[in-house]
């Protein structure tokens, strides 16, 4: 600690390392605190991952950690819609009457979860995840049904299970695809700037950006095939035609590693490259370009995101990219794609074949859907709550009045609860309809971790400590879920062996005996083994220095790890400092993640040994996925979209000063405060707009206002508006448009029912004053 005279004034300055929380990469940071205020904040360069890296938004999480809607006491809704403060005690005895109520007289799944993680917060989704049981309900609705399921239910086909996860070596690659994402802003790859920028320098490496919009990434880029809106599914399918059809695909891969190939090429064979490149606006020859980029590159890696993920197609699409790497055997290399493995089990494997037909207690009553790895979408919860019997809801991490699709909708359904309680660590939208408000400590006030590792060959993960006193009266929510679960009476308020046995180990090491009592415990009393994230805070964790008890539930998922991974974590052991034998490898992984401030790589692969992360029996990708080759023959005869609205909006694009909903001080901003309708230069002429006139975008849906700013980078025809605004800062009007007022939920996937936010059509008009 640093002691500094300022201005006469003895001030506390502390330099911690911790990380960032506005996107999936959580650079590793040091920040400099004064008094609990963030001063100075700079890349962590011993982070494994970042190494030093941010970029400017980082710079600002003052605004997250110190702001005006900050909530510092458990509130508690008033008949007359006012908030009342009240003590955490009766929040969570009311709380728990009121679920309790509800179990009772509706039975199981009248309850849902929503939300449990944002960007760098998932250490509370392992307690979260307890209240399912607590409830005896399935449903859990989340941020990632809205954007990559289609993605999970793809690799469930391809790879065996829907938590095989892909990642991309883009760093390495010699060809790179971007399609339908704008890393330049939205990061979503390794340290996205200097990336691009080494693959800009490298005249041997070939970027190409597929995206309606010229954006910030495109200036990077090599080739940018600008399409329409809506068509890749046309575009990718063009490409893997051209691949089959020129015999430009990698036989040794197919015959080595796949199964299926054949269903996949006669279809292929049969598509007209040319038709569907005209289709998504595309040259043909620039198309042929790019298939034969791939296919003869040394190493390609094609990476998307919400460009392909929440547009017309969703699933085909990921099915298509995929093949694109797959049939050309860009995969299971350096620089190519490949699976990788991860510590906290973010997500799961519900295949819809494993159960017979309408016999699942999964299935929504409404929509009869299943979840896909073990989530249910955003686009169906009004419905269900309307129509399916949903009752009662927590709310965590997440502000789903305005990140979620139709607004309107979702504000109804909600209304229409008996119980709707929000844990969050600000005043949101959502909040404002609850019943009551938990408080929670903020990323920088109790320890966190982030389950957005998703490296290959060498995975990591980071472990962050409370760099700054809690506020008020906030807790973390492991404590929030195991209170309420106690009160609940779904687990005992003591375990005083494991208590005894958690106190007496330190000493012994590698809790083998405490594990073991807990095992047995677990066989005996087989209902509190879900429980396991509470109990082991209650009890080994009160023992951990430094107020650590959250991060308890890591030593199991350490074990398990070390486990399943016995060869690799060892091989990471060389690198981050531990080794140990079958019992105590993972206790030791553990104790480093325990220790070490900037995180750690965990587990270490060869390329070779990254086939065993396939998990179909047979140890092959599964290429034919009949559904899919069936929504592939469906686009033959697919008329064009006719739609009632002249303009296609893209509703939610990444700029330098949007962080999803994590931010709510406008003054954050140091540009586009109003979160600006770009728009062609000639479209706006047409309607008689220049730049910074007001606008009305409006559909059936609903409308929006913004300000209009011209972008000759646009196509005509299409709109694009930033997500990420829309907030109320203390009780203002919104800031910015809330762009889900204009996104109907019933436009959506048919399979996966993620939203086609990328594709709203709407109309557009000046604002006269
Ligand atoms: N600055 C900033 N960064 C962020 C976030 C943030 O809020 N702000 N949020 C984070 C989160 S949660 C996520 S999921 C990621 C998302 O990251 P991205 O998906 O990369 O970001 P977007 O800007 O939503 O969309 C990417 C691109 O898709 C293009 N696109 C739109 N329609 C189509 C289409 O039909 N086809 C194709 N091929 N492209 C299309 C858009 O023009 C846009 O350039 O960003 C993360 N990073
Ligand atoms: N139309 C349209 N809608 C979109 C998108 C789009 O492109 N277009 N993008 C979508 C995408 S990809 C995503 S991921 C979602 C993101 O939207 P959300 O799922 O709402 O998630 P976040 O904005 O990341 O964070 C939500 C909340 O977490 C709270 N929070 C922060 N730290 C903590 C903590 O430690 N504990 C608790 N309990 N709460 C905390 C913040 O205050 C904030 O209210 O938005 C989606 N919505
Ligand atoms: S890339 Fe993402 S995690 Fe890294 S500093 Fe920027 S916003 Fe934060
Ligand atoms: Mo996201």
């Known amino acids: 600690m640093l002691l500094l005279r300022n201005n006469s004034r003895e001030t506390k300055m502390t330099t911690s390392k911790t990380a960032c929380i506005l996107c999936s990469r959580n650079c590793g940071l040091e920040i400099e605190t004064d008094d609990g205020r963030f001063v100075k904040v700079r890349g962590d360069v011993d982070h494994p991952d970042s190494r030093g890296y941010i970029c400017q938004k980082a710079a600002r999480l003052e605004h997250y950690q110190n702001h005006d809607d900050r909530l510092t006491q458990p509130l508690k809704r008033l008949p007359d819609g006012t908030f009342e403060p009240v003590s955490w005690g009766v929040a969570l005895s009311e709380i728990a009457d009121g679920l309790n109520r509800v179990r009772e007289t509706h039975g199981s799944n009248a309850f849902a979860l929503c939300g449990g993680a944002g960007q760098g917060n998932h250490l509370g989704a392992l307690y979260s995840q307890q209240m399912l049981t607590a409830m005896d309900t399935r449903f859990v609705y989340s941020s990632l049904a809205q954007e990559k399921t289609g993605d999970f239910w793809v690799n469930g086909r391809l790879f065996g299970k829907q938590n095989c996860h892909v990642s991309e070596g883009v760093e390495h690659a010699d060809y790179v695809v971007f399609i339908g994402t704008n890393p330049f802003q939205a990061h979503g790859i390794p340290n996205a700037r200097e990336t691009l920028r080494a693959i800009k320098k490298d005249p041997g490496r070939t970027m190409v950006v597929i995206d309606p919009r010229r954006t910030e990434t495109v200036k990077w880029a090599d080739i940018h095939l600008q399409l329409k809106p809506g068509t890749d599914a046309f575009l990718i399918s063009a490409m893997l035609a051209v691949i089959v059809q020129n015999n430009w695909h990698n036989r040794a891969f197919i015959e080595n590693h796949c199964t299926g190939f054949e269903a996949v090429e006669s279809q292929l064979r049969e598509i007209s490259a040319k038709d569907y490149a005209n289709r998504a606006g595309i040259a043909f020859e620039d198309i042929e370009r790019v298939a034969k980029g791939i296919s003869q590159a040394k190493t390609a890696s094609v990476r998307v995101d919400l460009g392909t993920q929440q547009t017309l197609h969703t699933t085909l699409n990921a099915y298509l990219e995929k093949l694109l790497y797959l049939i050309t055997g860009q995969f299971g290399r350096k620089g190519t794609n490949n699976l990788h493995t991860s510590l906290i089990p973010l997500i799961g494997n519900t295949d819809e074949r494993r159960v017979i037909k309408g016999k699942s207690l999964r299935l929504t009553k409404h929509h009869n859907m299943m979840p896909v790895a073990g989530m249910y979408p955003p686009n169906i919860l009004p419905d269900e709550i309307e129509y399916g019997g949903l009752r009662a809801i927590m709310v965590d991490s997440c502000n789903a009045l305005v990140s979620w699709p139709d607004t309107q909708a979702l504000t109804r359904a909600f209304g229409k609860l008996d119980l709707l309680v929000v844990i969050d660590v600000a005043m949101t939208e959502t909040a404002r309809a609850a019943d009551y408000i938990l408080p929670a400590a903020s990323q920088f006030e109790k320890w966190e971790a982030t389950g957005f590792n998703l490296e290959f060959p060498d995975n990591y993960f980071h472990l962050r400590g409370p760099i700054v006193p809690s506020k008020g009266n906030t807790l973390p929510e492991a404590e929030i879920y195991t209170r309420l679960l106690e009160k609940m009476a779904r687990i005992p308020t003591s375990f005083p062996l494991l208590d005894k046995l958690a106190q007496i180990e330190p000493g012994f090491s590698h809790?083998?005996?405490?594990?073991?009592?807990?095992?047995?415990?677990?066989?005996?009393?087989?209902?509190?083994?879900?429980?396991?994230?509470?109990?082991?805070?209650?009890?080994?964790?009160?023992?951990?220095?430094?107020?650590?008890?959250?991060?308890?539930?890591?030593?199991?998922?350490?074990?398990?790890?070390?486990?399943?991974?016995?060869?690799?974590?060892?091989?990471?052991?060389?690198?981050?400092?531990?080794?140990?034998?079958?019992?105590?490898?993972?206790?030791?992984?553990?104790?480093?993640?325990?220790?070490?401030?900037?995180?750690?790589?965990?587990?270490?692969?060869?390329?070779?040994?990254?086939?065993?992360?396939?998990?179909?029996?047979?140890?092959?990708?599964?290429?034919?996925?009949?559904?899919?080759?069936?929504?592939?023959?469906?686009?033959?005869?697919?008329?064009?979209?006719?739609?009632?609205?002249?303009?296609?909006?893209?509703?939610?694009?990444?700029?330098?000063?949007?962080?999803?909903?994590?931010?709510?001080?406008?003054?954050?901003?140091?540009?586009?405060?109003?979160?600006?309708?770009?728009?062609?230069?000639?479209?706006?002429?047409?309607?008689?707009?220049?730049?910074?006139?007001?606008?009305t975008c409006r559909n059936a849906t609903g409308e929006v206002e913004s300000v209009v700013e011209l972008d000759n980078g646009l196509l005509r025809g299409v709109v694009t508006l930033p997500h990420g605004y829309g907030m109320s800062y203390k009780g203002s009007d919104p800031v910015g448009p809330q762009i889900n007022r204009l996104t109907d939920s019933a436009r959506c996937d048919p399979l996966t029912k993620t939203p086609y936010h990328k594709y709203v059509p709407v109309q557009i008009e000046k604002v006269v004053n």
Not at 566 to 574: D, E, F, L, Y
Not at 601 to 626: C, P, V
């Open 511 to 695: 809790h083998t005996l405490f594990m073991t009592a807990l095992m047995l415990m677990f066989k005996r009393r087989g209902k509190l083994r879900r429980f396991g994230a509470s109990i082991l805070y209650r009890t080994l964790g009160k023992h951990f220095s430094g107020n650590a008890a959250s991060a308890a539930p890591l030593l199991p998922l350490a074990m398990q790890f070390a486990k399943n991974y016995p060869v690799q974590v060892r091989r990471a052991g060389k690198l981050s400092g531990f080794a140990g034998n079958t019992l105590t490898l993972g206790v030791n992984l553990f104790r480093v993640i325990m220790k070490e401030r900037s995180g750690l790589i965990i587990s270490s692969h060869t390329y070779e040994e990254g086939w065993s992360l396939i998990k179909n029996q047979d140890g092959r990708i599964h290429l034919e996925i009949a559904e899919m080759l069936e929504e592939l023959t469906a686009l033959k005869t697919e008329p064009l979209p006719v739609e009632d609205y002249p303009f296609i909006l893209m509703a939610g694009e990444r700029r330098s000063y949007n962080a999803n909903q994590i931010f709510r001080d406008p003054k954050w901003r140091k540009i586009d405060p109003h979160g600006a309708l770009r728009m062609h230069p000639r479209d706006a002429a047409g309607l008689s707009l220049e730049n910074g006139d007001a606008v």
